[in-house]
């Protein structure tokens, strides 16, 4: 998963004011302190991961940080490098999931810096209305995301026995033959694949709350072409029940040459945005 928005990202240049701003990791929805013993360091520079306490149960997750290492300018020359946007990401988000038992996470954009405390929670405050609706949707609910990439040598492969038995057909007459039965199979899958891939969404949607799907690519991803990538918002009480469910229709599928990928359990990064 990549870090995601639960709200609009403030300009950078708001936090060089001063040396030191603050960096915001995600919003928690919890009605006891949330414990940071076992929350990861953070980004690296960055003080230690602490938490604002905003009202009702609500908390922003927050670091001081350096703005020579995180100010504006040192933040648009390091998107220019993808290993470390990529650390970046992996170690915002690393700290997002550490609150994922939680009643509610909200992740912030990367990079999402304010001048200072007072600052953030006033930017809170102006969005406060829409951060209880979005509360509202995705507390006690956890993110399951599935991909479907086709395996086309193993979706078309013909069964051994029938290849064997297969009828000796003259050169020229089984060139053209051969032509053609290849121009079936791949319209014969594509059609058969559209059917597959929908089933399983359909099936899956049935047991989550929303489910979203994500643009997929005809472009290969490997393997093969990606046929689904969807994100599903699960009821926490029923995560077992949806990865058990997940996981069967894995097994089915990979016997028919489509690879499904599972992941998850993660905090609601695709349901935040309207």
């Known amino acids: ?17 001063s040396s030191v701003g603050t960096y915001v990791y995600c919003l928690v929805s919890s009605p006891r302190r949330p414990a940071l013993a076992r929350v990861p360091r953070g980004h690296a520079g960055m003080g230690r991961v602490r938490l604002i306490d905003i009202s009702r149960g609500l908390w922003l997750v927050a670091a001081d940080a350096p703005l020579d290492r995180y100010g504006e300018e040192a933040i648009n020359r390091g998107l220019a490098d993808l290993a470390w946007v990529s650390r970046a990401a992996l170690t915002h988000e690393a700290v997002v999931d550490a609150f994922i038992a939680a009643a509610a996470v909200l992740p912030m954009k990367l990079f999402t810096i304010f001048s200072s405390d007072a600052r953030a929670l006033e930017h809170i405050a102006r969005e406060r209305t829409r951060i209880d609706a979005v509360l509202k949707r995705v507390a006690h609910h956890l993110e399951w995301g ?9 979706a ?12 000796r057909v003259p050169s020229g007459a089984a060139f053209l033959t051969r032509k053609k039965a290849q121009r079936d199979a791949v319209i014969e899958l594509a059609d058969r694949s559209r059917a597959v891939v929908a089933d399983l969404y359909d099936h899956l949607s049935g047991h989550a ?12 991803v490997q393997g093969g072409p990606l046929l ?14 949806f990865a058990k469910l997940a996981a069967r229709q894995t097994r089915d599928l ?11 359990p993660w905090p609601p990064y695709s349901f935040i945005q309207e």
């Not at 998963?1 to 708001?14: E, I, V, W």
């Open 1 to 17: 998963m990549g870090a995601q928005l639960a709200l609009k990202r403030p300009g950078t240049s708001d936090a060089m004011k």
């Open 146 to 154: 599935v991909r479907v990439v086709l395996d086309r040598a193993k």
């Open 156 to 167: 078309t492969a013909p069964p051994a026995r029938r290849a064997r038995q297969a009828p």
């Open 209 to 220: 709350r929303v489910s979203r799907r994500r643009s997929a690519s005809e472009m290969p």
């Open 228 to 241: 689904l990538d969807a994100a599903f918002l699960v009821p926490k009480t029923r995560t077992a029940a």
């Open 254 to 264: 990979d016997r028919r040459g489509y690879h499904v990928t599972i992941s998850g």
